[in-house]
Protein backbone atom coordinates (compact mmCIF):
# COMPACT_ATOMS: atom_id res chain seq x y z
CA UNK A 1 0.00 0.00 0.00
CA UNK A 2 1.41 3.05 -0.92
CA UNK A 3 2.29 5.65 2.14
CA UNK A 4 0.06 8.28 -0.18
CA UNK A 5 -3.15 7.34 -2.12
CA UNK A 6 -5.32 9.55 -3.94
CA UNK A 7 -8.51 9.56 -5.51
CA UNK A 8 -10.39 9.75 -7.95
CA UNK A 9 -7.14 8.27 -10.41
CA UNK A 10 -9.18 9.91 -13.33
CA UNK A 11 -11.68 12.40 -13.35
CA UNK A 12 -13.58 13.97 -16.38
CA UNK A 13 -15.83 16.97 -15.85
CA UNK A 14 -18.08 19.40 -17.58
CA UNK A 15 -17.16 22.93 -17.77
CA UNK A 16 -18.25 25.01 -14.58
CA UNK A 17 -18.43 21.87 -12.68
CA UNK A 18 -17.10 22.18 -8.29
CA UNK A 19 -14.24 18.97 -8.65
CA UNK A 20 -12.83 17.47 -5.62
CA UNK A 21 -9.59 15.31 -5.48
CA UNK A 22 -8.48 13.34 -2.17
CA UNK A 23 -5.53 12.40 -0.61
CA UNK A 24 -4.84 10.07 2.49
CA UNK A 25 -1.33 9.95 3.74
CA UNK A 26 -0.50 6.88 6.31
CA UNK A 27 3.26 8.53 7.70
CA UNK A 28 4.06 11.41 10.08
CA UNK A 29 4.27 14.93 8.01
CA UNK A 30 5.24 18.71 8.34
CA UNK A 31 3.13 19.54 5.75
CA UNK A 32 1.47 18.80 2.59
CA UNK A 33 2.08 20.01 -0.85
CA UNK A 34 -0.37 20.16 -3.61
CA UNK A 35 1.25 20.22 -6.97
CA UNK A 36 0.16 20.52 -10.63
CA UNK A 37 1.78 18.90 -13.41
CA UNK A 38 0.78 20.18 -17.13
CA UNK A 39 0.74 18.06 -20.11
CA UNK A 40 4.30 19.82 -21.04
CA UNK A 41 5.68 18.44 -17.99
CA UNK A 42 6.66 21.00 -16.03
CA UNK A 43 5.28 21.06 -12.17
CA UNK A 44 4.04 24.33 -10.41
CA UNK A 45 3.18 24.08 -6.66
CA UNK A 46 -0.42 24.76 -6.23
CA UNK A 47 -0.20 24.86 -1.91
CA UNK A 48 1.56 23.77 0.85
CA UNK A 49 -0.48 23.15 3.80
CA UNK A 50 0.41 22.13 7.47
CA UNK A 51 -3.49 22.92 8.77
CA UNK A 52 -6.65 24.07 8.21
CA UNK A 53 -7.40 25.51 4.92
CA UNK A 54 -6.20 27.60 2.14
CA UNK A 55 -7.77 29.46 -1.01
CA UNK A 56 -5.79 31.15 -4.15
CA UNK A 57 -8.46 32.29 -7.17
CA UNK A 58 -10.81 29.17 -7.92
CA UNK A 59 -8.47 26.58 -5.95
CA UNK A 60 -9.12 25.82 -2.32
CA UNK A 61 -7.21 22.82 -0.24
CA UNK A 62 -7.87 21.70 3.15
CA UNK A 63 -6.11 19.03 5.34
CA UNK A 64 -7.46 17.69 8.68
CA UNK A 65 -3.80 16.38 10.32
CA UNK A 66 -5.99 14.32 12.89
CA UNK A 67 -7.64 11.90 10.34
CA UNK A 68 -4.28 11.97 7.77
CA UNK A 69 -6.73 13.21 4.67
CA UNK A 70 -6.40 16.41 2.38
CA UNK A 71 -8.77 17.89 -0.25
CA UNK A 72 -8.01 19.88 -3.19
CA UNK A 73 -11.09 21.29 -4.59
CA UNK A 74 -11.91 23.40 -7.91
CA UNK A 75 -14.93 25.80 -8.38
CA UNK A 76 -16.17 26.91 -12.03
CA UNK A 77 -13.88 24.59 -13.87
CA UNK A 78 -12.59 25.41 -17.30
CA UNK A 79 -11.07 23.15 -19.45
CA UNK A 80 -7.15 25.19 -18.49
CA UNK A 81 -7.49 23.31 -15.56
CA UNK A 82 -6.68 20.12 -17.43
CA UNK A 83 -3.76 18.73 -15.75
CA UNK A 84 -2.28 16.19 -13.30
CA UNK A 85 -2.98 17.20 -9.85
CA UNK A 86 -0.35 15.79 -7.35
CA UNK A 87 -0.33 15.67 -3.74
CA UNK A 88 3.13 15.27 -1.91
CA UNK A 89 3.19 15.03 1.66
CA UNK A 90 7.10 16.36 3.62
CA UNK A 91 8.13 14.53 6.23
CA UNK A 92 11.13 12.73 7.98
CA UNK A 93 14.04 14.55 9.41
CA UNK A 94 14.61 15.50 6.48
CA UNK A 95 11.74 16.75 4.57
CA UNK A 96 11.89 14.89 1.65
CA UNK A 97 8.47 14.45 -0.32
CA UNK A 98 6.24 11.42 -0.90
CA UNK A 99 4.05 11.36 -3.40
CA UNK A 100 1.23 10.41 -4.54
CA UNK A 101 0.37 8.73 -7.74
CA UNK A 102 -1.78 11.63 -9.38
CA UNK A 103 -5.16 12.65 -10.34
CA UNK A 104 -5.37 12.92 -13.94
CA UNK A 105 -8.36 16.04 -14.83
CA UNK A 106 -9.89 16.37 -17.88
CA UNK A 107 -12.56 19.45 -18.16
CA UNK A 108 -14.53 19.23 -21.27
CA UNK A 109 -15.95 22.42 -23.04
CA UNK B 1 17.77 33.26 -10.96
CA UNK B 2 14.09 33.57 -9.85
CA UNK B 3 13.59 30.38 -11.20
CA UNK B 4 14.69 26.39 -11.06
CA UNK B 5 16.70 25.93 -14.06
CA UNK B 6 17.60 22.14 -15.54
CA UNK B 7 19.51 21.30 -18.30
CA UNK B 8 19.99 19.84 -20.67
CA UNK B 9 15.67 19.63 -21.43
CA UNK B 10 16.68 16.33 -23.10
CA UNK B 11 19.10 13.71 -23.17
CA UNK B 12 19.57 10.73 -24.92
CA UNK B 13 22.53 7.94 -24.10
CA UNK B 14 22.77 4.48 -25.35
CA UNK B 15 23.00 2.03 -22.52
CA UNK B 16 26.15 1.65 -21.10
CA UNK B 17 26.80 5.44 -21.44
CA UNK B 18 27.29 8.45 -19.00
CA UNK B 19 24.86 11.10 -18.40
CA UNK B 20 25.05 14.15 -16.61
CA UNK B 21 21.99 16.20 -15.66
CA UNK B 22 23.04 20.11 -14.40
CA UNK B 23 20.58 22.01 -11.65
CA UNK B 24 21.06 25.92 -11.11
CA UNK B 25 18.64 26.64 -7.57
CA UNK B 26 17.28 30.06 -7.58
CA UNK B 27 19.27 32.60 -5.83
CA UNK B 28 19.08 32.45 -2.34
CA UNK B 29 17.64 28.63 -1.43
CA UNK B 30 19.79 26.77 0.28
CA UNK B 31 18.21 23.36 -0.06
CA UNK B 32 18.36 21.54 -3.28
CA UNK B 33 16.40 18.53 -4.03
CA UNK B 34 16.39 15.76 -7.08
CA UNK B 35 13.17 13.26 -7.89
CA UNK B 36 12.95 10.87 -10.44
CA UNK B 37 9.64 10.47 -12.70
CA UNK B 38 8.94 7.34 -14.14
CA UNK B 39 6.04 6.15 -15.75
CA UNK B 40 3.99 9.02 -15.58
CA UNK B 41 3.33 9.69 -12.40
CA UNK B 42 5.62 7.66 -10.11
CA UNK B 43 8.34 10.03 -8.57
CA UNK B 44 10.90 8.56 -6.26
CA UNK B 45 12.93 10.74 -4.40
CA UNK B 46 16.61 10.50 -4.69
CA UNK B 47 19.07 12.97 -2.99
CA UNK B 48 19.02 16.76 -0.92
CA UNK B 49 21.72 18.88 -0.50
CA UNK B 50 21.87 21.74 2.21
CA UNK B 51 24.04 23.68 0.01
CA UNK B 52 27.23 21.76 -0.55
CA UNK B 53 26.86 19.05 1.59
CA UNK B 54 24.86 15.86 1.18
CA UNK B 55 21.55 16.26 3.19
CA UNK B 56 19.85 12.64 2.65
CA UNK B 57 21.20 9.87 -0.14
CA UNK B 58 18.58 7.93 1.19
CA UNK B 59 16.99 7.49 -2.01
CA UNK B 60 20.27 7.13 -4.56
CA UNK B 61 21.01 4.03 -6.10
CA UNK B 62 24.11 2.89 -4.48
CA UNK B 63 25.46 1.75 -7.74
CA UNK B 64 25.94 4.06 -10.77
CA UNK B 65 24.11 7.54 -9.26
CA UNK B 66 26.12 10.42 -7.69
CA UNK B 67 25.32 13.80 -7.13
CA UNK B 68 27.28 17.01 -6.27
CA UNK B 69 26.56 20.63 -5.19
CA UNK B 70 29.36 23.07 -5.37
CA UNK B 71 29.88 26.09 -4.82
CA UNK B 72 29.11 28.72 -7.46
CA UNK B 73 28.57 25.93 -9.73
CA UNK B 74 25.26 24.13 -10.90
CA UNK B 75 24.55 20.98 -8.78
CA UNK B 76 24.98 18.07 -11.01
CA UNK B 77 23.34 14.43 -11.08
CA UNK B 78 25.43 12.15 -12.96
CA UNK B 79 24.61 8.30 -13.96
CA UNK B 80 27.44 6.35 -15.09
CA UNK B 81 26.97 3.38 -17.04
CA UNK B 82 23.20 4.30 -18.19
CA UNK B 83 20.47 1.20 -17.89
CA UNK B 84 17.50 1.13 -19.84
CA UNK B 85 15.56 1.82 -16.51
CA UNK B 86 17.37 5.02 -15.69
CA UNK B 87 15.13 6.58 -18.39
CA UNK B 88 13.01 9.14 -16.71
CA UNK B 89 12.28 12.87 -16.06
CA UNK B 90 14.62 13.95 -13.80
CA UNK B 91 13.29 17.22 -11.42
CA UNK B 92 15.52 19.48 -9.41
CA UNK B 93 14.03 21.22 -7.08
CA UNK B 94 15.11 24.08 -4.34
CA UNK B 95 13.42 26.04 -1.21
CA UNK B 96 15.13 28.57 0.97
CA UNK B 97 15.01 26.91 4.10
CA UNK B 98 14.28 22.76 4.94
CA UNK B 99 10.55 23.38 5.73
CA UNK B 100 9.39 25.96 2.83
CA UNK B 101 8.00 25.21 -0.26
CA UNK B 102 9.85 23.50 -3.07
CA UNK B 103 10.21 25.26 -5.97
CA UNK B 104 10.87 22.82 -9.23
CA UNK B 105 12.15 22.73 -12.32
CA UNK B 106 11.44 22.28 -16.03
CA UNK B 107 12.69 18.72 -15.54
CA UNK B 108 15.39 16.67 -18.00
CA UNK B 109 14.03 13.77 -20.18
CA UNK B 110 16.72 10.94 -20.32
CA UNK B 111 15.74 8.74 -22.30
CA UNK B 112 18.45 5.74 -22.48
CA UNK B 113 18.40 3.29 -25.65
Not at chain 2, 84 to 98: H, K, R
Request: charged content about 20%; glycine content about 8%.
Amino acid sequence: KNEVEQSPQNLTAQEGEFITINCSYSVGISALHWLQQHPGGGIVSLFMLSSGKKKHGRLIATINIQEKHSSLHITASHPRDSAVYICAVRGGATNKLIFGTGTLLAVQP
Amino acid sequence: GEEVAQTPKHLVRGEGQKAKLYCAPIKGHSYVFWYQQVLKNEFKFLISFQNENVFDETGMPKERFSAKCLPNSPCSLEIQATKLEDSAVYFCASSQLQDNEQFFGPGTRLTVL
